[in-house]
């Protein structure tokens, strides 16, 4: 049986240095920073770059701040003013300079410190212990981005996408905002041997982990589609990475299209 175990505000911290270094070591070896970033075709390599490391130095300035109603003005003054370097040595050192901003930021707070996020009705904390697990989540996206588009994608390693797929629908997903359509559930099955819920109807959308054995009688209804693929093909496949025919889909494929195209009002 796997051992369950929730990663730590610690192992959070080591993941987005972790993520990181593989990012920064991609961009290195990347043919040209010019070069168009697949994942996000609008964008360049330099411009991934740019919105990485932009990101952890505008989290590192919220989780500093603390509570608040809104982001620090002179965070989103200098991210819409950030230039950064085009030579890829100094490029490099001014990610890493990103990042240790925003571990120091995250080490200081705690993980119980509260402060603005952009997630308001969501299952997420708005707090620092927050902005650190969805941190690991969006560096390691990008680090996929910048892998392929080097040529050299690798899989998201095992603890990043497991925790990846709770955090995306726990985040990303859950709302109060009323379902507009019929009542029904998606269901995200890993290979690695867990799986998840999201429920959405007119109180919104809500997500949990579904139980590896479910006792007689407390079996949940059947969803209306369910996706199976390891965890790190999940994670690829909801932040539309990858397409649909690289994981495996049971039901009706076309409520993906009505949960991507959803903006709840809440």
């Known amino acids: 049986m796997e051992h369950e175990r929730e990663l730590e505000h610690s192992d959070l911290l080591r993941l987005i240095d972790e993520r990181s270094a593989a990012f920064r070591a991609a961009v290195a070896t990347a043919p040209d920073l010019g070069a168009q970033v697949p994942g996000c075709p609008e964008w360049t390599l330099l411009d991934l770059a740019r919105h990485l490391g932009g990101g952890d130095r505008f989290w590192a300035e919220i989780v500093g701040a603390g509570p608040a109603a809104g982001p620090p003005a002179e965070a989103v003054a200098a991210r819409a003013a950030l230039v950064v370097p085009r030579e890829r040595e100094a490029l490099s050192a001014w990610l890493e300079e990103s990042t240790r901003a925003l571990l120091g930021a995250l080490r200081e707070a705690g993980p119980e410190r509260g402060c603005w996020t952009w997630w308001g009705a969501s299952q997420s904390p708005r707090t620092a212990g927050g902005v650190a697990r969805h941190r690991v989540q969006e560096t390691a996206v990008h680090t996929y981005d910048a892998q392929l588009t080097a040529a050299a994608p690798q899989p998201l390693p095992r603890d990043v996408a497991l925790d990846g797929v709770d955090e995306f629908l726990s985040t990303c997903v859950a709302t109060s905002g009323a379902w507009p359509h019929k009542p029904t559930a998606f269901d995200f099955h890993a290979a690695e041997g867990r799986s998840w819920r999201l429920t959405v109807d007119g109180d919104g959308?809500?997500?949990?982990?579904?139980?590896?054995?479910?006792?007689?009688?407390?079996?949940?209804?059947?969803?209306?589609?369910s996706v199976h693929g390891t965890a790190g093909e999940l994670i690829l496949f909801v932040y539309d990475r990858i397409p649909a025919g690289s994981v495996r889909i049971d039901g009706d494929a076309g409520l993906f299209d009505l949960l991507r195209d959803w903006e709840p009002e809440e």
């Open 205 to 225: 959308a809500r997500a949990r982990r579904l139980p590896a054995t479910a006792a007689p009688g407390e079996e949940p209804e059947a969803a209306g589609v």
